[in-house]
């Protein structure tokens, strides 16, 4: 394949581009990372999911989830107008599958993708017994698996079910937000693979990301808000039946 | 998905906690309740128990001995709980673990025991031979010397020390039910009356367990029950229970009045999967049943051999209700889902590491201890005399 000078003009920049990107993506090659400089949390945006389980599939390929548990899944919501406060929920294998044909009815349908909240006050690292759980300075809740005792009293006081024990580890497993990728300047796997922008990565420390403008424009919600965790997976239209 | 109905979050489908979690408050609230018996004599000087009253503190040590076995097994990293001690996590119920434990043994039973048996140590130690000498020897710790002034002063220490150890007791399981308690994310379990439930209950079956290992041991031993023991035992088994009561249906309806959003759930819950455990055995063949027993004989005047057999009947389902309790709260807790919109099943295996035959193993685990112990260091009141004798 031979280039001409023109393509070669268009073609250098994008490899340029490129080559950072898979720089960043190198553990060792990423000395800029500041957590201070950084606060994590996730857009969820309910009205564009459109239920393909891309975000579960990412998820558990890029961080070796074990079959039948989830750092990630997406629920379909049937809520019918006699009772909306006991709504017809399904998430078969998570959602990894997609989801069967919705019966049709005039009711109302939607998919609500679930994860771990990382909370700022978040249950699950108070209750752990040696502090093998924490917040992190950049927002995100991790799990120091060297030193995880496996009690499980986190995945019982996760008030969104988002822990689990691993199986083959027998400790404490959950949503990274993909701490390897994002504090490589990436995003995560679930949010990169989704198609319609459903999800998105937020750092509420940085001025510049449109999150700020997204939340002052927009009716955003938490999931559990009795529940006070200071969660920070935030909800665009999310509807009051969603538990 | 087998064994779910409705809707489960994806990672609550298995249950975390199994029947070995079940087991740590039925064993602590033994230890608990035994040692508040023993109290009784000691400190409130109700001198009708005091023929159970060493008993109860040997119960009392066995079961707390076996304790932390049912968590050792059930974590998934037991060599990592040292750690517990050495880097407790300040804002954890379940980092105080190690240093409640550790104190209720060591700062409380252990030397109550001693003081109390000091004298004795001393003369099995003198009198005893070979191997048995070494062992009294080393339970000695070195202090031989019986005379009046010291004997006094450990009397008096031992009061100190089960006086402090009537707070230690409640601690220790008041504890436990706080660990539960302060679940926020589970309905079933948050609740502020948790520890305080949990206290009278551990009272309610460390005195129907002591009561019943008092009756079948003295029959076994060929001796005569002291009746007037068993009577004022079950008196205060009778009105402890009542208060137990009180509270479990204070919280029960509580819940059923306040209506808050997980109602739903757990009515349907306690209807369906919980409706043997909890509404049978817990509360009509566990509670009201001996509660029914044991005013009978309060208010009714019983022949001695029917009062007994009845202490017996009574004795024996509060057992089994205290356990259905600690089973629907720890079991019961993880049938249903946070979303409350599914349950689950709870599928107890055989022969794994928190299967059934570990259960019952540790379940009779502290009996061999404390036949161990009683042949150490024999309880009875006759023996005790003899020592007594002995050494005038």
């Known amino acids: ?243 | 998905m087998n064994g779910v109905e409705g809707f489960m979050y994806p990672n609550e489908v298995g249950l975390q906690w199994s029947v070995l979690i079940v087991l740590y408050p039925f064993i602590t609230g033994l230890v608990a309740g035994a040692f508040i018996l023993a109290s009784l004599e000691r400190v409130f000087r109700v001198e009708a128990v005091k023929p159970t009253y060493r008993l109860a503190l040997l119960t009392a040590l066995s079961f707390l001995l076996v304790a932390p076995l049912p968590l050792q097994l059930h974590l998934g990293h037991p060599e990592r709980s040292p750690e517990m001690y050495f880097t407790p996590h300040s804002t954890s119920a379940m980092a105080m673990f190690g240093y409640v434990y550790l104190w209720y043994l060591m700062a409380v039973l252990v030397l109550e025991i001693w003081l109390d048996y000091r004298r004795d140590i001393v003369m099995l130690y003198q009198s005893s031979k070979g191997l048995l000498r070494l062992v009294y020897g080393i339970m000695t710790l070195g202090s031989t010397n019986i005379s009046e002034r010291a004997l006094a002063i450990d009397d008096k220490v031992g009061w100190i020390v089960t006086l402090i150890g009537i707070p230690s007791a409640f601690m220790l399981h008041g504890y436990v039910g706080f660990i539960f308690g302060s679940i926020k994310a589970n309905p079933w379990w948050s609740s502020p009356l948790m520890p305080v439930v949990f206290i009278f209950s551990a009272m309610v079956s460390g005195i129907a367990g002591v009561m019943l290992l008092y009756m079948a041991a003295t029959r076994l031993r060929g001796q005569k029950i002291d009746v007037h023991c068993v009577d004022t035992i079950a008196m205060y088994l009778f009105y402890i229970f009542i208060i137990d009561f009180s509270l479990e249906m204070l919280d029960l309806i509580h819940r059923i009045y306040e209506a808050d959003e997980s109602f739903r759930s757990l009515n349907f819950l306690v209807h369906t999967q919980l409706y043997i455990p909890h509404i049978v055995i817990q509360i009509c063949l566990g509670t009201l049943t001996p509660i029914i027993l044991l005013g009978i004989t309060q208010v009714v005047k019983l022949n001695e051999i029917v009062r007994k057999r009845m202490y017996v009947v009574a004795g024996c389902l509060t057992l089994v209700g205290i356990f259905a309790m600690r089973w629907n709260v720890v079991i019961g807790g993880q049938l249903f889902s946070k979303s409350f919109l599914g349950y689950t099943t709870y599928k107890m295996t055989l022969v794994t590491r928190e299967g059934l035959l570990v259960a019952v193993f540790l379940t009779l685990l502290p009996l061999v201890f404390l036949w161990v112990f009683v042949k150490l260091l024999p309880p009875w009141p006759e023996k005790a005399a003899e020592a007594a004798a002995a050494g005038d």
Not at chain 1, 88 to 99: A, E, L, M, T, Y
Not at chain 1, 118 to 142: E, H, I, N
Not at chain 1, 150 to 175: L, N
Not at chain 1, 216 to 225: A, F, G, I
Request: aromatic letters at 8%; glycine letters at 6%.
């Open chain 1, 1 to 243: 394949m031979k280039f001409n000078r023109r393509q070669m003009l268009i073609l250098l920049p994008a490899a340029a581009v490129a080559w950072k990107s898979v720089l960043a993506g190198t553990p060792e090659d990423s000395p800029n990372y500041r957590m201070s400089d950084h606060w994590w949390g996730m857009l969820i945006d309910v009205t564009k999911c459109i239920g393909c389980g891309n975000c579960v599939r990412a998820c558990a390929t890029e961080n070796d989830v074990p079959d039948g548990h989830f750092r990630t899944w997406v629920e379909r919501y049937h809520v019918t107008d006699e009772d909306m406060t006991e709504p017809q929920v399904i998430s078969p294998n998570g959602g990894k599958d997609g989801f069967p044909m919705a019966q049709e009815d005039d009711k109302k349908y939607f998919f609500v993708p679930k994860m771990c909240n990382q909370c700022a006050d978040s249950p699950c690292t108070q209750v752990c017994p040696v502090g093998a759980t924490f917040v992190a300075p950049d927002g995100v809740v991790l799990v120091d698996q060297k030193y995880c005792l496996g009690c499980a009293y986190c995945v019982q006081a996760c008030p969104y079910g988002c822990r689990y024990i691993h199986p083959q580890k027998d400790v404490a497993d959950k949503c990274t937000l993909c701490y390897h990728r994002i504090t490589q300047g990436l995003t995560t796997a679930c949010c990169e693979t989704c198609p319609t922008g459903a999800r998105q990565l937020v750092d509420l420390k940085n001025p510049k990301d449109p999150i700020h403008e997204f939340l002052k424009t927009h009716n955003v919600q938490v999931l559990k808000p009795q529940m006070a965790t200071g969660a920070k997976a935030f909800y665009n239209g999310l509807d009051g039946s969603v538990r």
